[in-house]
């Protein structure tokens, strides 16, 4: 049994992870088009839960960990809904950055790059 493994997984979890981001985000808009606060607030915590893997091997995780907390925090001391409709939106639009930075998202290249097709 002391035989090395030299075979991988053809399936390959960052094509997944972004699988069940994409299903998350769809969730998230729909939630918030139909005014559905509390349960946009729960699939963006989802999302938050899939990234974190990612963010912990960031550089500037304590950071991204602690603006996050921020906003979980305006969230939840929100009193009426207009202020917790802006809050959930400030999380959503930092979350859909988060997801860039973490490379589970958009990826940008300058124009001027020889590989830019």
Do not use: P
């Amino acid at each position: 049994m002391d035989e090395k493994n030299t075979e991988i997984s053809q399936y390959n979890e960052a094509q997944l992870q972004i699988m069940r981001l994409n299903e998350l985000w769809l969730k998230a808009e729909y939630y918030a088009k139909k005014g559905m606060l509390s349960q946009w607030k729960f699939v963006l915590d989802a999302i938050y839960r899939e990234l974190h893997a990612d963010v912990r091997r960031k550089d500037n995780s304590k950071g991204i960990e602690q603006e996050d907390q921020l906003l979980r925090r305006k969230i939840a001391m929100s009193k009426i809904k207009y202020q917790i409709y802006i809050n959930l939106n400030l999380r959503h639009y930092f979350l859909k950055e988060l997801q860039d930075t973490c490379g589970k998202g958009g990826r940008y290249m300058d124009v001027d790059t020889e590989s830019f097709d």
